[in-house]
């Protein structure tokens, strides 16, 4: 599966982005998604990923609450809503893709996309 996200910008404090990651291919469905972030300096760290059937989700404990990920399995795509951004949000965020269970790890799945670049300004 190929994936490609976008929706990155430059947003406020306090400000709302939403991600959106398109995959190609058929199978979008049997695939958890993630979500994952690298800011500068830092390592890739896990921010949330959802079930193949969109029942279930799991957040990273510094988004829980402001972070929401949804998916549309008939238009194969994955989307982040950002809510209450902070300035330590800021990060290139990345897409990803697994074919097992749902998993926090970068280790963890086997398909990446390019990555979005979200700027949160004081």
């Known amino acids: 599966v190929q994936l490609q996200a976008y929706g990155g910008g430059l947003v406020q404090a306090r400000g709302s982005l939403r991600l959106s990651c398109a995959a190609s291919g058929r199978t979008f469905s049997s695939y958890v998604m993630g979500w994952f972030r690298q800011a500068p300096g830092k390592e890739r760290e896990f921010v949330a990923s959802m079930m193949r059937s969109g029942r279930s989700a799991a957040y990273a404990d510094s988004v829980k609450g402001r972070f929401t990920i949804s998916r549309d399995n008939a238009k194969n795509t994955v989307y982040l809503q950002m809510n209450s951004l902070k300035p330590e949000d800021t990060a290139i965020y990345y897409c990803?893709?697994?074919?097992?269970?749902?998993?926090?790890?970068?280790?963890?799945?086997?398909?990446w996309g390019h990555g979005t670049l979200v700027t949160v300004s004081s």
């Open positions: 990803a893709a697994r074919q097992l269970a749902q998993a926090m790890g970068v280790q963890m799945y086997d398909y």
